[in-house]
């Protein structure tokens, strides 16, 4: 593996007012020193675009106490190759990370345009870009939805995965495959990075956890899918984040092959809890925690908010990582409870919508 030291590079972090994207970077803000920050993300309103200013305002703000980093946040689209080149030959970022993309698997079968140009023209336009302006380490989310309805769990990074169960699936796929041949064609060390079901404060609202509590504190009705036997592995964003920070440190090394031609520098690998939860586990400590903070009355009939319904088509019963790749690479593995996690989304939730 090759080091890399952040600390006085230029980084550049995609879907920067994003959920996990603003928090990789106030979290580079405070611990990586005299370096330049760029943010890029379209702003788009696939949700409640105050959930994005709130959060470029809570980067703005760490900015104003952070005398050596230099940050820039450009509105800009990554399906568009101008701005992208343009971003590249100006600021020659030496880490990338890719968290732009259009998310969510419901949504990808009413609205397939918005996944092929963020995710597939977008990630294209950023492996172009770093092919002329090359750079140490890109680093790309990718999804635990590429593993589809596979049976066998844990969900290893050498399991087959070529039986995605939604179009966003493809899009991560097709990302890896991508970054594959770019990296064996111009020797470029990328890594992806399989997220599982990331929850926390400022999430994303299309997600079931904050889903459920908008509907709750309206008094609608939640619907919990496959009759509530759907395991979860539920990971904090505070784990996402340590393991993105990690894994920037960290670049697969280029290889000789024995024809003389580069061995692609490639990874992949799972950020998960490694610890899956049942969804009616989940949904009752989330509303534990709702009452605790003071978002919803002790009184609250949540049994007459509740409705178990079948299985949404695109979606899988099981997610559950096998993390045993990062923890030997990178000594590390997410661990924080969902008590512990649920219990800052609520506290978040009751400060922002009061
Ligand atoms: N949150 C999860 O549970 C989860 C799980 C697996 C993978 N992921 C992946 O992680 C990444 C970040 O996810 P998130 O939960 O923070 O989602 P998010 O939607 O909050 O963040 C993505 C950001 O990218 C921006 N964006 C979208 N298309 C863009 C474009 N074409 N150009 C510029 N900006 C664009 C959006 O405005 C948004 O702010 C995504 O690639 C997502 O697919 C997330």
């Known amino acids: 593996m090759q080091q890399i030291d952040l600390n006085g590079k230029t980084i550049l972090v995609t879907g920067s007012a994003g959920f996990i994207g603003s928090n990789l970077v106030k979290r580079l803000m405070k611990d ?12 788009n309103d696939y949700y409640d675009v105050a959930l994005k200013d709130f959060r470029l305002k809570e980067i703005e703000s760490l900015n104003a106490q952070s005398p050596t980093i230099r940050y820039h946040f450009i509105k800009g689209d990554i399906a568009d190759k101008a701005t ?134 309206k ?49 992949v690998y799972n950020i998960g809890n490694n610890n899956p939860e049942n969804l009616l586990n989940f949904v009752d400590i989330l509303q534990q925690e709702l009452i605790r903070a003071k978002v919803l009355p002790e009184d609250y009939d949540f049994d007459a908010h509740k409705q178990l319904v079948p299985m949404q088509p695109g979606d899988v019963p099981t997610t559950y990582a096998d993390t045993s790749a990062l923890e030997r690479d990178f000594g590390f593995k997410p661990s924080t409870s969902l008590r512990d996690g649920l219990r800052a989304f609520a506290e978040w939730y009751a400060g922002f919508y009061k």
């Open 32 to 43: 990586v020193k005299d370096a330049t920050i760029i943010g890029i993300d379209n702003m």
């Open 219 to 267: 008094g609608d009705t939640i619907q919990i899918f496959n009759f509530g036997n759907c395991m979860r592995d539920f990971t904090f964003v505070d784990d996402i984040v340590e393991g993105v920070v990690r894994i920037m440190q960290g670049a697969p090394e280029k290889k000789q092959g024995e024809d003389g031609l580069p061995l692609p520098p490639y990874a």
């Open 84 to 217: 992208i080149d343009g971003l590249f030959e100006q600021y020659k970022p030496q880490v990338v990370v890719n968290l732009a993309a259009q998310a969510g698997v419901r949504y990808s079968i009413t609205n397939p345009d918005a996944y092929i140009q963020s995710n597939l023209i977008g990630f294209y336009n950023i492996l172009e870009a770093c092919r002329n302006w090359p750079v140490e380490h890109l680093v790309y989310a990718s999804s635990s939805s590429v593993y589809g309805s596979n049976k066998k769990v844990p969900y290893s990074t050498d399991d087959k995965v070529d039986n995605p169960v939604s179009l966003y699936a493809a899009t991560k796929k097709s990302n890896e495959l991508m970054a594959h041949a770019y990296s064996k064609l111009y020797n470029i060390p990328s890594t992806g990075l399989r997220f599982f079901t990331v929850y926390g404060p400022a999430g994303r609202p299309d997600m079931a956890y904050f889903g459920f509590t908008n509907k709750l504190v």
